[in-house]
């Protein structure tokens, strides 16, 4: 068998993470999953939602793409298998389309999870009105080349985040990241030790039982001189 050429490579999909982990990462919401990898490390930036709603979730099937051409994406729509994620990096390029109405509603009927494109999409309000999750740069009606080259299964960059296939992608209203497989078990139980302090945070604001006394003693460790609080005491000479 030849040797893959770098450029034009299209390699095996990875292994699929464990189902428990999908589950568990699906019900957090992706700031506190963000919070507890270091709030730098798998956040895509630039990208947000144009679907109608609902959680992204499932390993990336990976496709690198010549901005503005979708040749490979077609080609991974083919080969992805049912619950995974097609993540294109295409650059960030948002002069051409790399996916439109047609190619997600294929997608969507393949049983693929969804799309993250660093690049832009065309055929919004079919998007919007659908379920399937896709995240995307920018929006045009340019259409694309499909010229290639491109590769598949291969690392990727998203607006800063490097993805590798199988990583476990993770989108909601707040933005989209990737979870490697190796540290899913300790990002899950990190953000979910968060989620349970901000759920009793919230009920001590409901019951007007909430201490704020960290802020004034935060600003007295950077050395700001704190006025009286409105109901203290004057201070001054008896």
């Not at 109608?52 to 080969?79: C, E, Q, S, W």
């Not at 650059?91 to 690049?119: P, S």
């Not at 759920?199 to 201490?211: H, P, S």
Request: charged share 20%.
């Amino acid at each position: 068998m030849p040797t893959p050429i770098i450029g034009i490579r299209i390699l095996p999909s990875p292994s699929r993470p464990a189902t428990e982990h999908l589950e568990r990462l699906a019900a957090l919401p992706t700031p506190n999953i963000s919070d507890n990898m270091q709030r730098h490390c798998g956040a895509a930036a630039g990208l947000r939602p144009y679907h109608r709603g609902g959680k992204l979730i499932g390993p990336a099937f990976t496709v690198k793409t010549r901005p503005g051409d979708n040749l490979l994406v077609h080609k991974a729509i083919d080969m992805a298998g049912p619950g995974d994620v097609i993540v294109v990096d295409a650059g960030g390029e948002v002069a051409q389309a790399i996916i439109g109405e047609i190619m997600t509603t294929h997608a969507a009927k393949r049983g693929i999870a969804g799309f993250v494109i660093d690049g832009a999409i065309r055929d919004a309000d079919a998007i919007a009105s659908a379920n399937l999750p896709v995240f995307a740069r920018g929006v045009t009606h340019r259409g694309p080349y499909k010229d290639g080259p491109g590769e598949i299964n291969v690392a990727v960059c998203i607006g800063g985040m490097v993805v590798n296939p199988g990583d476990i992608i993770v989108g909601d209203a707040d933005g989209v990241l990737a979870v490697p497989q190796d540290m899913a078990e300790a990002v899950i139980a990190a953000a979910s030790a968060q989620n349970q302090k901000e759920e009793a945070t919230l009920a001590a604001i409901a019951a007007g039982t909430i201490d704020r006394r960290w802020v004034d003693e935060m600003l007295r460790q950077k050395a700001y001189v704190l006025p009286d609080a409105p109901n203290a005491p004057k201070k001054g000479r008896k």
